[in-house]
């Protein structure tokens, strides 16, 4: 079921994910999500924010969510018994796999919808890796909840707190050589992303990523999450590869509110 105007959500469970993230349980029936959607979370009198689904239960809807500006800061300040407005889901999801050897990697808190996607790959009988890289061990998420699910899981830090020294796409990078690949999916920054995506191409992997724009309606109206033409709140936000990489704004620039280019 889709909400297009915002439905009463009560904040069931608040949960230290990592340092600066939280994840938010909320109560909500039937929302029918996949992996790779998103919300729009409405605090009242204040704002309307999009969120990528990290789970959801059937009656329970998780989002990881990083405090960066005083939207996060005012629902960081929120406790259990709260009640917040959710629209949704949108967008369109990862595919699901069957029976096929699936990586998947998360960049910092891109990686919130990616074992949402894992468990339900498995569910088809596929086998899947996670690849989580971070700037930092504390910044790390989600790799205890893959863990628990049976899910090899690879790290890598920045700094190397934790895991490998350096960046996931060089993790991903011996991967690929070292057994066959059949998919290849990734949320995280668009730079890592890209760097993916032309890896993938180049061994002819199939391949799909969650590209981030200014999501507004949620439903293709309000034009201001277009990426050359296409709607990434309808079109994306998970596209393939190929289409990432024939979009020239992508991996170059987004634009913030007011439509002002931001280059990456």
């Known amino acids: 079921m889709v909400y297009y105007l915002p439905k009463t959500a009560e904040v069931l469970d608040i949960k230290d994910s990592a340092k600066g993230i939280k994840t938010f349980v909320l109560k909500i029936e039937n929302l029918g999500s996949f ?53 949704g889901p949108f967008g369109r999801s990862f ?23 894992a468990e339900e790959h498995i569910k088809k009988g596929s086998r899947v890796k996670m690849l989580i890289g971070a700037r930092s061990a504390d910044l790390v998420v989600f790799e205890d909840e893959c ?12 700094d190397g707190s934790k895991g490998t020294q350096g960046f996931i796409t060089q993790v991903l990078e011996q991967v690929i050589q070292d057994e066959k690949v059949d998919m290849i999916q990734t949320c995280g920054p668009e730079l890592m992303m890209k760097a993916i995506a032309e890896m993938a191409q180049k061994k002819n992997i199939a391949c799909e990523l969650s590209v981030e724009r200014y999501m507004k309606c949620g439903f293709g ?44």
């Open 147 to 158: 863990r628990a699910s049976g899910i090899e899981t690879l790290i890598s830090t920045n």
């Open 221 to 264: 109206v309000c034009g201001q999450c277009v990426l050359n033409g296409k709607r990434m709140c309808i079109d994306g936000p998970t596209v393939t590869a190929e289409f990432a990489l024939n979009q020239k704004e992508f991996g170059v620039f987004t634009r913030d509110a007011e439509g002002r280019r931001k280059d990456f």
């Open 35 to 87: 992996p790779g959607q998103f919300v729009n979370l409405w605090i009242g009198g204040l704002d309307e924010k999009p969120f990528s689904i990290a789970k959801d239960t059937g009656s329970e809807l998780h989002l990881t969510i990083a405090q960066v500006g005083e939207f996060t800061k005012a629902l960081f300040q929120m406790k259990k018994g709260d009640k917040v407005g959710i629209r």
């Open 95 to 117: 595919s699901i796999c069957e029976n096929k050897n699936i990586v998947l990697v998360g960049g910092g808190f891109g990686t919130a919808p990616l074992h949402f996607l």
